[in-house]
């Protein structure tokens, strides 16, 4: 009875013309300039397009870095030539995001964030079946999370650029989760033996 109750209350408040005022949808930054009430000056970017252009670039600082490790690593030619693609694919992303953040004037972060120094960290003291499987399970949760960040910049940004260059991304990243959750399926095989 009391989640019925609550329910609509919440319904009540929102149909309110109160509930307007409160939020913005659109993460939209307090100084955004408007071209007509509700629709934002071109080339406005709020604060989903900061986050997730700050994000993604940490993500992918942390890949190409985790995949160079591999070659001197590994000693797996398949983990070797996923993180070899790793390398091309998100380094070229990397480009591609950083050029777009620089028009849109977002600073990016150009080092790795504490959980990905802390991870190379890990991986640089490890080498062979232990560097491949703690590598690959590290990919399949970092590209779980760069999916997630994909989708939520599609559904909830504000500039175009971004928007498209998330759209452009996101089947490729969930490629590359296909093939690292099979790699690592592979390598858990390989270790029960």
Known sequence: MHNIAVAAALALLAASPAAAQFGNSGFLAPDTKFEK???PAPHQTNNTDVLFAQLMAEGGLAEVEFGRLAPTKSHN???EDF????VRDHAAANQTLQDLAKQA???LPTDLAPEHRKMREDLTGMEGAAFDSAY???QVVDHI???QLLAWEIDSGEDAPLQ???ADTLPTVLDHLQMAQELLIESRAVAAK
Not at 83 to 86: E, I, K, L, T, V
């Open 37 to 39: 009430p509700g629709t």
């Open 77 to 79: 030619k398949d983990i």
């Open 83 to 86: 993180a070899g693609r790793m």
């Open 105 to 107: 004037g977002i600073p």
């Open 136 to 138: 690959i399970a590290g």
């Open 145 to 147: 999370k760069a999916a």
């Open 164 to 166: 498209k260059f998330a």
